[in-house]
C-alpha cells in the first residue's frame, strides 16, 4: 500500500493578483519536489458536486461564490481573497479531493493520501470566503466521513500558524469532530483563544509565542494535544496542513523547521496507526516561502509515505 496524491492542473489556474502569497508558484514548487517520489499513486482530484460544498455551506454561499466568478481578470471577495476564471472550478477539485481521498482511505484503498490543491480552505466560514480561502475543504471532508461513511469520531489537526477559524466555525456545533488548532498568537485572523471551546467542549485551541521555536510545539503537542488524542480514539484523522509556522515564512513568526513538520507528521500518524489503522487525509493549507514549502511538503509527505508502506 502506498500515499495516494490528489491534485490536479485546474489549480493551476485559480490566479491571484501579482504579489499575493497565495500564488500559483506555490502549487509549482511544491509539484517540482513531488516530482521527486514516483511511487506516489497519483490521482486527479475530481469535481466535487454542490452537495459535498453544502455539507457545510448554504446555497446562498455556493450561490455567491458562483455568481462572483469574473469572465477575465480577478473580483476581491476582500482585502485578501480574490476569485478569476479558473478559481471555482480549482475551489471545486479542492472539494472533491478531499471527499475522494476520505472514501480512498476508509475503503482501505489506501491507507493514507495528501491534497496538493488550491485555494486553502480553514479560513473560509460558513457564508463568508476569507483568508484566501473559498470552502471549509477539510471541515467538508470530516463531515462526508460522518454524514456518509457513519464515522462517529474524526480527529481534525490544523497546524497552519494561523488559526483555523473557518474550520472552527464550521464545526462548532458537532460534537463527533475533535478539532485541534495550534498557531502563532496574536496573528490574523485574531481568534483561537484557549477560552474557545465549542458547543461540545470539541475545539481544542493551543496559541503558540511569536518567535517560539518547533521545540515548543512538540511540548505543547506532548503534553496537550496527542494525550486527548489517544483518549479519543479517533476513527479517522484529519490533518489541515499549512507550513507557514516554517522560521522563513514570511507571513508570520515562529521558527519551526523542516525536521519540525517531519516529526509532527510522524507523531500523528503513529496515533492513527494505534486507533484507527493509519487512516491519515492531509490537506494543503498555508506556506509561503516558495523553497521552504516545498521542502516542508515534501518531508510530510515522505513521512506519509514511510507509515503507508
Request: hydrophobic content about 40%.
Amino acid at each position: 500500500m502506498t500515499t495516494a496524491l490528489y491534485t490536479h492542473a485546474d489549480c493551476l489556474n485559480h490566479v491571484t493578483p501579482a504579489g499575493h502569497p497565495e500564488q500559483v508558484a506555490r502549487l509549482e514548487h511544491i509539484n517540482g519536489a513531488l516530482a521527486g517520489f514516483p511511487q506516489l499513486d497519483r490521482r486527479d482530484a475530481p469535481e466535487c458536486t454542490d452537495a459535498d460544498i453544502l455539507l457545510c455551506h448554504p446555497q446562498s454561499h455556493l450561490d455567491a461564490i458562483t455568481a462572483a466568478a469574473p469572465a477575465n481578470g480577478w473580483r476581491s471577495l476582500d482585502a485578501d481573497t480574490h476569485i478569476s476564471p479558473g478559481s471555482l472550478i480549482a475551489a471545486r477539485r479542492a472539494v472533491g479531493a478531499n471527499i475522494a481521498a476520505v472514501d480512498a482511505v476508509l475503503s482501505g484503498d489506501v491507507k493514507n493520501a495528501f491534497i496538493a490543491t488550491r485555494p486553502p480552505g480553514h479560513h473560509a466560514e460558513q457564508s463568508t470566503p476569507m483568508g484566501f480561502c473559498l470552502f471549509g475543504n477539510v471541515a467538508i471532508a470530516a463531515k462526508h466521513a460522518m454524514e456518509r461513511h457513519g464515522l462517529e469520531c474524526v480527529t481534525i489537526v490544523d497546524f497552519d500558524v494561523h488559526h483555523g477559524n473557518g474550520t472552527q466555525a464550521l464545526l462548532w456545533n458537532e460534537p463527533r469532530v475533535q478539532f485541534f488548532s495550534s498557531h502563532q498568537s496574536p496573528l490574523w485572523p485574531g481568534s483561537g483563544s484557549e477560552n474557545e471551546t465549542g458547543g461540545h467542549n470539541n475545539i481544542w485551541n493551543f496559541p503558540l509565542a511569536p518567535h517560539s521555536t518547533g521545540q515548543e510545539m512538540r511540548q505543547t503537542y506532548e503534553a496537550e494535544i496527542f494525550p486527548a488524542i489517544d483518549r479519543y480514539q479517533p476513527q479517522l484523522i484529519l490533518i489541515s496542513a499549512g507550513f507557514d509556522a516554517h522560521m522563513a515564512d514570511p507571513l508570520a513568526n515562529l521558527n519551526w523547521q523542516t525536521e519540525d513538520f517531519a516529526w509532527l507528521t510522524r507523531q500523528i500518524c503513529d496515533l492513527a496507526d494505534t486507533h484507527c489503522q493509519g487512516r491519515v487525509v492531509s490537506t494543503l493549507e498555508g506556506g509561503y516561502d516558495l523553497t521552504a514549502l516545498a521542502a516542508s511538503v515534501a518531508a510530510h509527505v515522505q513521512v506519509l509515505m514511510e507509515k503507508s508502506a
